[in-house]
């Protein structure tokens, strides 16, 4: 049988014990007392496309790679088809220089960047909305006894948040199995690591499924349909615009799910529920009972 923290099925999996991602601080409790708790580091990592500086972001400092990937994928700087021929990552200056066969310039989308809701001041550019217009997601179904198997195995896997907070994560998913896991300060740096992941490998977001711990706010929802992933979940809640949107480009939309409940404010139709709560619920005591 399975350890509750198995996380074998993962292609990526967070690392809690990986060094730089966090430290030991000296604390006092409620009572005085002298307490040693775990911090997540912050850095700042600063992301040029070929010759040109597009922007610097606060993250924890893992996959620089795929975070610089994701984050000009998911500005729209990189085309699907775009040859990147380079990535240099520089540890001692915190620099990542994405190069491409393609001449680039992005003064003027630069220009018209916009300071997002995002933890860890999160950053888009004015144009993203137009690049909504001709996504078509595909009509896949989701079956409610994946989403209740998604949510139990994502809330026990290690992770930086179970070990010291402060973080976000977005997961990667395809029916029940969770693909790639990541974390960051923030959400939206989760969501861009697993685009530049999906973008160096070639994988398709067609029949995946994102799941994040933050909240669904347009940034979130924009983000996720430009990946192609026709469904995003998550145990927070909504925006009003980010409903809006879901709605707009036919974007499953589930949020506040817990355990055997969530809410679905977009998308309903790929549902198929195919688990009567309560069965699992009791399926569940039955195999705690086992395990015990």
């Avoid at 861009?192 to 347009?218: C, H, N, P, Q």
């Amino acid at each position: 049988m399975a350890r509750l923290d198995d996380t074998s099925d993962y292609i990526i999996a967070p690392d809690p014990a990986a060094a730089r991602l966090t430290r030991a601080v000296l604390g006092h409790d409620q009572h005085g007392a002298l307490v040693e708790t775990r911090v997540v580091e912050e850095r700042p990592l600063t992301i040029f496309l070929n010759g040109q500086e597009i922007v610097t972001a606060m993250t924890i400092g893992d996959y620089p790679r795929y975070l610089a990937l994701g984050f000009l994928r998911n500005q729209r700087m990189l085309a699907g088809d775009e040859a990147v021929t380079r990535v240099d990552f520089d540890a001692e200056i915190d620099t990542v220089v994405v190069r491409t066969t393609a001449k680039t310039s992005y003064e003027d989308k630069m220009r018209r960047k916009t300071r997002t809701s995002g933890c860890a001041v999160g950053t888009v550019f004015g144009d993203m909305m137009e690049g909504l217009e001709g996504v078509t997601l595909p009509a896949t179904t989701l079956r409610t006894s994946d989403l209740y198997a998604l949510s139990a195995k994502i809330s026990r896997t290690p992770s930086l948040y179970l070990e010291a907070g402060a973080i976000h994560g977005s997961v990667l998913c395809q029916g029940a199995r969770p693909l790639v896991y990541m974390e960051d300060v923030g959400r939206h740096n989760a969501v861009d690591k697993i685009a530049g992941w999906m973008f160096d490998e070639g994988v398709s977001g067609a029949d995946k499924i994102l799941y994040t711990t933050g909240r669904l706010t347009s940034e979130m929802v924009i983000k996720t349909a430009l990946m192609g992933i026709p469904v995003l979940a998550s145990r927070s809640g909504f925006t009003a615009w980010g409903v809006e949107i879901a709605q707009q480009v036919g974007l499953t939309l589930i949020g506040r799910l817990k355990g055997q409940r969530f809410v679905c404010l977009a998308g309903e139709e790929r549902l198929l529920r195919d688990a009567d709560p309560a069965l699992v619920a009791e399926e569940k005591r039955g195999r705690r009972g086992d395990e015990a």
